[in-house]
């Protein structure tokens, strides 16, 4: 494979502003993408990239043939409805999610940051209680509103800040704006537990680690663990639509109107990603490549990399920014026909979809090892 240089950025007039029309921050990184298959994006002018960034849309690759045969399906017949009537996708995607996880009730909603509004005011609504505790790390919208934080996986300290006032606790297993950093062993388990104790809700927010990420479906799944809401997020939409849910009890979600109604599109593409969890097949290959990139991206560390950190199929890679800083090593192995994505100036994050090989991840990383050592 020849990887020519990336496309500069765009150009910026003599004012200092940028010259395009669409409002808002360039990309990271200098690519154009015009189509993209599996794990590979091609440009305008037909480079190839392997994509191993973290968006949680992506997590079955671009253009799965199944999603896109479903969604083709669907577009033959109906894309949406207006909230005063039912289509005929709705249903059959709830309960197939809840049928996947043993839960009762399953909230279909627009995207990720909608689950989290949903869960947090269900929870709220439902008695008295008026606070929320997070891990410091992790949503820092509830921070900004009057949320506790804690220090992440350091289950005294977030037992302690469970007074009578604490309506929820809310936590990410994997928290991804950290830069990949996993819970302790044991930690979610034991939350689960001091919250149940208490009276008091546990939201897990597995909008970017579950379904399948993590090589389990979601998180405390079995044993009576599980939380009280689980928010899922874009994974369900397969890189097509946007969906995401929440799930949980009928006691809690039974008459909660969603803030925007899921077209029926959305609805037939989830459903279609459900049944795909169902097969377990996607889970076992997740479990056999976070194996085999956690093997990989060891390596890393004193060949350029500080420290690194995976959890299942996605890994935070931290370097010296005082040498190079994370920016710069994505926007080089551009030209070396990898994406990435970063976490401030100090952490590389690879997200791969579950559908790569381990010959492109193999070969990803060794792009990456070779932008470490220059």
Do not use: C, K
């Not at 289950?155 to 990410?172: G, R, Y």
């Amino acid at each position: 494979m020849t990887i020519a240089d990336p496309p500069a950025a765009p150009d910026a007039n003599e004012s200092g502003s940028s010259t395009r029309a669409l409002a808002g921050p360039a990309p990271l990184l200098p690519v154009m993408a015009a189509t993209a298959e599996g794990a590979w994006v091609t440009d305008v002018e037909g480079r190839r990239y392997l994509d191993l960034t973290a968006d949680p849309a992506l997590a079955f690759g671009h253009r799965h043939p199944a999603l896109l045969a479903v969604a083709t399906e669907q577009l033959g017949r109906l894309t949406a409805t207006s909230a005063v009537v039912a289509d005929d996708r709705a249903d059959g995607f709830a309960d197939a999610l809840a049928a996947l996880l043993g839960a009762e009730a399953v909230l279909p909603v627009g995207t990720g940051d909608d689950a989290l509004q949903v869960a947090v005011d269900v929870v709220l609504g439902a008695g008295e209680r008026t606070t929320v505790v997070v891990a410091a790390g992790s949503h820092p919208e509830l921070v900004a509103s009057g949320a506790v934080a804690v220090p992440f996986g350091e289950v005294d300290a977030l037992v302690a800040a469970l007074d009578a006032a604490v309506a929820a606790v809310v936590l990410e297993p994997v928290q991804a704006r950290a830069g990949v950093v996993g819970a302790p062993e044991g930690y979610l388990e034991a939350v689960r537990q001091a919250t149940a104790d208490r009276g008091i809700a546990l939201i897990l927010d597995e909008t970017r680690s579950g379904l399948g990420r993590l090589g389990d479906t979601v998180a405390l799944a079995g044993g009576g663990m599980a939380p009280d809401l689980r928010m899922l997020g874009p994974a369900l939409g397969g890189a097509i639509v946007p969906i995401a849910a929440v799930v949980g009890s009928r006691a809690l979600l039974g008459g909660v109107v969603a803030p925007a109604s899921v077209s029926s599109l959305a609805s037939a593409i989830a459903h279609r990603v459900v049944e795909m969890l169902e097969a377990g097949e996607l889970q076992n290959r997740a479990r056999a490549l976070a194996e085999h990139l956690a093997g990989r991206v060891e390596a890393l560390v004193g060949a350029g990399a500080v420290a690194v950190r995976t959890a299942g199929v996605w890994a935070g890679v931290d370097v010296d920014p005082a040498v190079v800083t994370a920016p710069e090593v994505a926007r080089r192995l551009v030209a070396r026909g990898v994406l990435v994505d970063v976490v401030g100036e100090s952490t590389i994050v690879l997200a791969p979809p579950l559908i790569i090989r381990a010959t492109e991840l193999d070969w990803a990383i060794e792009q990456l090892r070779v932008v470490l050592a220059a």
